[in-house]
C-alpha cells in the first residue's frame, strides 16, 4: 500500500527515544509502521480482548445464576448445602 499523506504530531525528546525504542524492541522497520500499528491495529485487538473478557463474564454470570436457582431449590427442600471454593 502507498502512503500519500502525512500526520505530524509533537513529542518532547524523551517521548520520541522512548517510541524509537519501543519500534526497535518490537521489531518494527520504522517508527512510522509502529505508529500505524499502534493507532489502527493495536486498538482492534484491545477492542476485541475487551469484547471476548465481556462475552466470557456474562456467561459466567449465566452459570452463577443457574447455580443460585439450584442452590435456593435445594435450601427451601430443606437438603443441606455445601459450598467449598479452591
Known amino acids: 500500500m502507498v502512503s500519500i499523506k502525512e500526520v505530524k504530531i509533537r513529542v518532547t525528546r524523551n517521548q520520541l527515544e522512548r517510541i524509537k525504542t519501543n ?3 518490537k521489531g518494527f522497520r ?5 505508529v500505524r500499528y499502534l ?15 465481556n462475552k ?7 452459570i ?6 439450584k442452590l435456593d431449590r435445594e435450601a427451601k427442600d430443606g437438603n443441606e448445602i455445601s459450598v467449598s471454593f479452591g
Open 23 to 25: 519500534a526497535q524492541a
Open 30 to 34: 520504522s517508527v512510522s509502521s509502529y
Open 39 to 53: 493507532s489502527l491495529e493495536y486498538n482492534l485487538r484491545v477492542e476485541n480482548t475487551i469484547f471476548e473478557t
Open 56 to 62: 466470557i463474564i456474562l456467561d459466567n454470570n449465566k
Open 64 to 69: 452463577l445464576h443457574k447455580i443460585q436457582e
